[in-house]
């Protein structure tokens, strides 16, 4: 990871600022080792396009997350009403493409504000909105 900020800073035009895997694998099972990642460059944690779905495992990281002074960059989307192409509209449905529900993804924001508040922790949460015709 200090390599990749290196090369970055050495254009003199780009900033790359690396994230580390909040769980091992990315598979949101066991908790990487967050202080380790930190050492070596990471700025925040994320298992990218996979939600933390595990309430324990999310305020375990924002935990230790807060400890070194890094967020917690979450994919908000509930996994057991997620899994689809789309946001659910008839606009998805004309085109036979399965739907998540909005609910889907704010039940993870609201879950995750709890336990940012309950830890202390600091969270990023990137929220999708369908434009509206």
Do not use: N, W
């Not at 380790?36 to 939600?51: C, I, K, P």
């Not at 994919?75 to 085109?95: I, K, M, N, Q, V």
């Not at 336990?115 to 990023?124: D, F, P, W």
Request: one cysteine or more; glycine letters at 14%; hydrophobic letters at 40%.
């Amino acid at each position: 990871m200090h390599l990749l900020r290196t090369r970055g800073q050495e254009t003199g035009s780009l900033t790359i600022l690396p994230y580390g895997a909040v769980t091992k694998g990315c598979k949101g099972e066991d908790l990487a080792e967050l202080g380790l990642l930190r050492e070596a460059g990471a700025v925040a944690f994320t298992d990218g396009g996979r939600v933390i779905g595990s309430s324990r495992l999310m305020r375990l990281a924002l935990s230790y997350a807060r400890g070194f002074g890094a967020r917690i960059v979450q994919h908000a989307e509930d996994p057991s009403l997620g899994g689809g192409a789309a946001t659910e509209s008839l606009f998805s449905a004309r085109l036979g493409l399965p739907g998540v529900p909005a609910a889907a993804e704010a039940i993870i924001v609201a879950r995750d504000i709890r336990l940012a508040e309950l830890t202390s922790g600091r969270c990023i949460l990137p929220m999708f909105r369908p434009r509206r015709r």
